[in-house]
C-alpha cells in the first residue's frame, strides 16, 4: 500500500443550505455542539487555531490553508501533517452533501489500515453529529461518548 495514494472520503447529506453548514465548521461556536469543546477560533484562510477535546486532555494546531466561502475548507493538522478537505455541494437549495477527504498519512500496511479506520469512522461520526445538530438541534455527544473514561 503506498501512503501517497491513500485519500479516506467520508459523506453525509445534511437537510440545511450550503452556508449553514460551512458555518458550522468555520465558527467554533456551532462546532463545539458536535465536535471539540474548545478553540482558539474562527477558521479564516492562513490563519493558525487549535481545537481541543477537554474530554480526553488533548488538543493540536491546524493552518488554513484555504477557504472559499461555501465550497470548501483545507486544513493542515500541525502534529502529523495530515490534510483535511471538507467539499460543500449545494442539492436544490436545501440541502448540502459534505464530503471530508483526508490525506498524507505515513507508516506500514498496518499502520495505514488503522489510520484508515480511524479516520473514516471518526469523521462519520463527526457528520452524524452535524447532521442531528443542524437538523434537529440535537447535542448526541458522539465524540465525547465514544471512549468514555
Request: proline share 3%; hydrophobic share 40%.
Amino acid at each position: 500500500m503506498n501512503p501517497s495514494n491513500l485519500i479516506i472520503k467520508s459523506q453525509m447529506q445534511i437537510h440545511r443550505p450550503v452556508a449553514e453548514c460551512c458555518e458550522a465548521f468555520v465558527n467554533p461556536e456551532v462546532t463545539t455542539k458536535f465536535w471539540f469543546t474548545k478553540s482558539s477560533g474562527r477558521l479564516e484562510e492562513g490563519k493558525k487555531v487549535r481545537w481541543d477535546w477537554e474530554m480526553f486532555g488533548v488538543g493540536d494546531f491546524l493552518t488554513v490553508t484555504e477557504l472559499k466561502e461555501n465550497k470548501r475548507i483545507l486544513i493542515e493538522w500541525e502534529s502529523d501533517a495530515i490534510f483535511v478537505e471538507w467539499c460543500f455541494e449545494d442539492w436544490n437549495g436545501s440541502a448540502t452533501l459534505i464530503t471530508i477527504s483526508t490525506w498524507g498519512f505515513s507508516g506500514n500496511s498496518e499502520e495505514l489500515l488503522l489510520q484508515a479506520v480511524d479516520t473514516k469512522g471518526g469523521y462519520t461520526m463527526v457528520l452524524a453529529g452535524l447532521k442531528a445538530w443542524l437538523e434537529h438541534g440535537v447535542e448526541l455527544g458522539l465524540v465525547r461518548d465514544q471512549f468514555p473514561s
